[in-house]
């Protein structure tokens, strides 16, 4: 089995597109996936969380993989998000590898993130709002800066303790990215046709009803801040059902689909420019799954090390 870092993935070379292309296949072979609901489990600490999430799918060539994610969040940690992937051969059952897999989280949810936008958002859409402009934030915004990179994009933050400023400077080399600083949430959403907040955990929902226009996507990547919009939103997609449905307003939501669902042609996206919608990119397994096989992939073994979790040489060893 091998061991693969951060630093083995960073310096493979793994640009946004081909994330987007990754994302979309694995969004578009959902049903082939074997995936049960996270098991989310709450320490007692404030904000902190232990996510535990199975998947077994066939990759674009029909290889079979298998694996689970851990991803924990502790408040008062640096940095407060941390997960690990293990990944093996579902067809076999021999472990492959033991993956950091801060940079998947970060990158695949960007790249998840960016999909719902290009499929939801109102045609030619210009005004983005971003909330939370740690990795995952930045990841989104990188995906669609070079997915549509001859559109202007006129991108609202919230000036958050300087973090504006840096996430920025992040962008300095799009010419098609504008950015404007706010000071409250309230004028960020009013301001924008898609709102993405990236941010880990909200207390209470930010902003009322009416800051949000007609037209308007929300993208909430962790689910929190605006359970308000539940209940007025003309549609509500999200990544699985199961991952949703113990949501306190999943029955009262007026038109709920899958986003595979909407991609396989089963359901309808946006159909008016005036529909509000909502999209919960939960983030799923597969995702993770199929980005871990397909790195592990286009790795070259040899540079890679060796991790000794050899078997019992005897059948019955008790």
């Not at 949430?185 to 909200?202: G, M, R, W």
């Amino acid at each position: 089995m091998k061991l693969i870092t951060f630093e083995d993935i960073q310096s493979s070379g793994i640009g946004p597109l081909q994330c987007m292309d990754w994302v979309e296949n694995a969004i578009a072979r959902k049903s082939e996936a074997i995936l049960p609901a996270k098991i989310s489990l709450h320490p007692g600490a404030e904000g902190a969380f232990c996510n535990f999430m199975p998947c077994i799918v066939p990759d674009a060539r029909g290889e079979l993989f298998g694996g689970v994610k851990m991803v924990t969040r502790y408040p008062k940690r640096v940095p407060a998000l941390d997960s690990k992937i293990l990944l093996f051969n579902a067809e076999s059952g021999e472990s492959l590898a033991f993956i950091d897999g801060d940079w998947i989280t970060a990158m695949r949810t960007g790249a998840v993130a960016a999909h719902s936008v290009l499929l939801f958002a109102k045609k030619d859409f210009q005004n983005i709002g971003i909330i939370g402009l740690g990795n995952t934030g930045r990841a989104a915004l990188l995906m669609l800066a070079e997915k549509i990179p001859n559109r202007d994009l006129f991108v609202t933050v919230l000036a958050h303790n300087g973090q504006e400023a840096s996430f920025i400077e992040r962008f300095n080399d799009y010419s098609n990215l504008h950015f404007d600083i706010v000071d409250s949430y309230e004028k960020l959403v009013s301001n924008s046709d898609v709102v993405i907040s990236a941010v880990t955990y909200f207390p209470d929902d930010i902003c009322p009803d009416s800051c949000f226009k007609e037209g308007v996507l929300v993208v909430p990547i962790h689910t929190r801040g605006f359970t308000n919009c539940d209940l007025f939103f003309d549609k509500v997609f999200a990544d699985d059902t199961d991952h949703v449905k113990h949501f306190k307003n999943f029955s009262q939501f007026r038109s709920f689909a899958e986003v595979s669902d909407v991609v396989a042609g089963r359901a309808q996206g946006r159909v008016s420019e005036n529909e509000r919608i909502l999209a919960y990119n939960i983030g799923i397994a597969m995702h993770d799954i199929l980005f871990a096989a397909n790195i592990y992939k286009q790795l070259e073994k040899d540079d890679l090390t060796e991790i000794d979790l050899a078997q019992p040489e005897l059948k019955t060893w008790v």
